[in-house]
């Protein structure tokens, strides 16, 4: 079986560009909600925006100081118009509080028949752990079932934000935080990481990906298996795209962050201590499992352990891949 096919199985996105001018498609159940109470506020905002700058406008210009003219005694007050602009406000902001917080019930509250989907983020990538155990570096879910999101951090503070969805939530190191949605279209939504953390950010991408009905179940039984399915090789290179190696390591030479993998299994390297070091199977399980232990001449130490996150096997199929790019 060909990679492409592992990938394939949705049909491709329909719904990323087609919002509204100023919002995203509305892809969760949620999302008309937030977007109501939006445009409530919003129109509230401009139109006293509008009544307030025309009336100071009009009043400047109407009572200026001019030739001729002599100011009038200043007036005392006037409870009628006090009251109203008073308690006009009041009541739009007690308005404003109880939509919110009903909308912010509703979105906080995890309905109880969830299905439940572990969210790492980790400098530069997301991670999706399934009750199967498989670890996907894209969100699958079906479509109008709840998901529920228990989220963590293995390092600094992301940010998990799926526009479309009107979902955004911090991920926490040291703490689980939770959120959740329920999509209503089939197709693809982006996800991006709204917490500045680090060199490549930007780049902390991911897709939901929304199945149609019965096709959530195929993919998961699908994915859950891959190294039944397939070569090592073919397998290890599905496995160094989903467990987030590429936001690092390059497969075409360039430089990023870490060294790339093009022609470096089988390689001598420079250490930073200096020493001459052959790319062989060791070397690879062991910056994999303890990627501090040695690192090549000019680059940080900034690699996190994948103890306990990879398998032999899966640790087998990577080296396997890494021996293909040459
Ligand atoms: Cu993770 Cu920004």
Redesign the pocket.
């Given at each position: 079986m060909g990679l492409g096919s592992v990938l394939g199985g949705v049909a491709p996105s329909l719904a990323a560009g087609a919002g509204d001018f100023w919002m995203p498609f509305q892809g969760s159940t949620t999302a008309p909600a937030v977007d109501r109470l939006f445009y409530f506020i919003f129109w509230v905002s401009v139109f006293f925006f509008v009544l307030i700058v025309g009336l100071s406008l009009y009043f400047v210009i109407r009572y200026r100081s001019r030739r001729g003219h002599r100011a009038e005694a200043s007036p005392h007050h006037n409870t009628a118009l006090e009251l109203t602009w008073t308690i006009i406000p009041l009541v739009l902001v007690v308005v404003i509080f109880g939509w919110g917080f009903t909308v912010f019930m509703d979105m906080t509250t995890t309905p109880a028949n969830a299905y439940e989907v572990q969210v790492t983020?980790q400098?530069?990538t997301w991670f999706f752990t399934y009750p199967n155990g498989h670890v996907d570096e894209n969100l699958h879910v079906p479509v109008d079932r709840p998901v529920n999101l228990v989220m963590t951090s293995e390092d600094?503070i992301?940010?998990f934000f799926v526009p479309a969805f009107r979902l955004k939530r911090d991920v926490i190191p040291g703490r689980y935080t939770k959120t959740w949605f329920r999509a209503t279209q089939p197709g693809e939504y982006q996800i991006y990481?709204?917490?500045?953390?680090?060199t490549a950010?930007a780049d902390?991408l991911a897709k939901v990906v929304v199945h149609p009905p019965g096709g959530f179940e195929r993919w998961l039984e699908d994915a859950g298996n891959l190294l039944d399915r397939m070569s090592p090789a073919e397998a290890g290179a599905m496995l160094v795209s989903s467990r987030g190696c590429l936001q690092c390591h390059s497969v075409d030479g360039r430089s990023g962050i870490g060294p790339t993998f093009l022609g470096a299994f089988g390689a001598e390297r420079p250490m930073r201590d200096g020493a001459l070091v052959l790319m062989d199977e060791n070397y690879v399980r062991e910056s994999i499992l303890d990627p501090n232990a040695q690192i090549t001449a000019g680059y940080e130490a900034v690699m996190p352990t994948y103890r306990g996150r990879l398998t032999d096997r899966e640790i087998t199929a990577i080296i396997e891949y890494l021996k293909t790019l040459q």
């Open positions: 983020g400098k530069w600094v992301h940010s990481c709204a917490e500045y953390c680090g950010h902390m």
